[in-house]
Nanobody, 125 residues
Framework: QVQLVESGGDLVQPGGSLNLSCVVSRSPSDYYTIGWFRQTPGKEREGIACRTNKNAKTYYAESVKGRFTISRDNVDKTVWLQMTNLKPEDTAVYYC??????????????????WGEGTQVTVSS
């Protein structure tokens, strides 16, 4: 059974940085995609970045392009979301998820098969 566990959420000041991790356990194969999503109360879950596992291709939503970087630790399969120049509008619960196919595309909730529980990021002075 696939398990995803996020951590690293915190309170940070505007302009600050934060690194979120997603520990991946028991993937069905080596061909999958990890996506990062975020959600605020009353809004739909938004896909912001993803990375295909074998060919390491990445995608970023316009809202985070140039500020967020998705990467993977080759030793333990942890997927990182490095967030810089954080803004108050980045405040949300952040989720990582796995698409059981390796297709680079804008992450949509309906394409993802397994989810973590989420970690809270708050950007405020």
């Amino acid at each position: 059974q696939v398990q995803l566990v996020e951590s690293g959420g915190d309170l940070v000041q505007p302009g600050g940085s934060l690194n979120l991790s997603c520990v991946v356990s028991r993937s069905p194969s080596d061909y999958y995609t990890i996506g990062w999503f975020r959600q605020t109360p009353g809004k739909e879950r938004e896909g912001i970045a993803c990375r295909t596992n074998k060919n390491a291709k990445t995608y970023y939503a316009e809202s985070v392009k140039g500020r967020f970087t998705i990467s993977r630790d080759n030793v333990d399969k942890t997927v990182w979301l490095q967030m810089t120049n954080l803004k108050p509008e980045d405040t949300a619960v952040y989720y990582c998820a796995m698409d059981f196919s390796e297709i680079l595309r804008a992450p949509q909730v309906s394409d993802y098969d397994a989810w973590g529980e989420g970690t809270q990021v708050t950007v405020s002075s």
